[in-house]
């Protein structure tokens, strides 16, 4: 299994503002995922980033509202850009392929 | 368009009385799928991965089974601690993207004493 780590674990920000996530894996990994949960919802994918190339962004995200770098096999970023209350949210970031796929545990960010 | 339906939304249970919680799919094909555990605050635990029709896994009092249309997760003489929200999720054979996975709504369990 992988162990991931997330920060900031929680944030209060002010709208228009932007956070940026940092997400770090114990082991090399070819894909990372990003997913967002929204409050009372299940986790919809936002993006995937695969090292030394461009993220690929789902249906109805933008890389920029949520740029993604991932500058090595261990590690990534999410930013959340120009936010709004609408962006309150869990953001959660996510390693693994087929058989097994493991979380990190989570950025709650709330937008005043 | 691929899809995942979790019911209930919500149950509870008194401690030692046994249920299943169901999820069911819409996918051209499946590649797996997934049962996590989700603890407030925290983020899904991964449980177990199903990838045919027939398979089972089991986990101490949790026991996971796979049809071409649903998957059930059946606890057995659930105790407080095994309360949590219970998530389901798919990854297709026709998506693009190998580790996209597509996440139902989640069964919340309350297990009282």
């Known amino acids: 299994s992988a162990v991931i780590s997330q920060k900031p674990s929680r944030d209060i920000c002010q709208r228009g503002t932007s956070l940026t996530i940092q997400c770090q894996v114990d082991?090399?990994?070819?894909?990372m995922f990003w997913y967002r949960q929204q409050p009372g919802q299940s986790l919809t994918l936002i993006a995937t980033a695969n090292q030394g190339s461009e993220a690929t962004y789902e249906s109805g995200f933008v890389i920029d509202k949520f740029p993604i770098s991932r500058p090595n096999l261990t590690f990534s970023t999410l930013t959340v850009s120009n936010m709004s209350p609408e962006d309150s949210s869990i953001y959660l970031c996510?390693?693994?392929?087929?058989?097994?796929?493991?979380f990190g545990q989570g950025t709650r960010l709330t937008v005043v | 368009e691929d899809q995942v339906t979790q019911s209930p939304e919500a149950l509870r249970l008194q401690e030692g009385e046994s249920s299943s919680l169901n999820c069911s799919y819409t996918v051209s094909g499946l590649r797996g799928l997934f049962w996590y555990r989700q603890d407030p605050g925290k983020g899904p635990e991964f449980l177990f991965t199903?990838?045919?029709a027939g398979e089972e896994k089991e986990k101490e009092r949790l026991k996971a089974t796979l049809t071409k249309k649903e998957s059930f997760l059946h606890i057995t003489a659930p105790k407080p601690e095994d309360s949590a929200t219970y998530l389901c999720a798919v990854q297709a054979t026709d998506s693009s993207n190998t580790g996209k996975l597509i996440f139902g709504q989640g069964t919340t369990l309350q297990v009282k004493p």
């Open positions: 082991s090399q990994v070819t894909m």
């Open positions: 996510s390693v693994g392929q087929t058989a097994e796929a493991f």
């Open positions: 199903l990838y045919s």
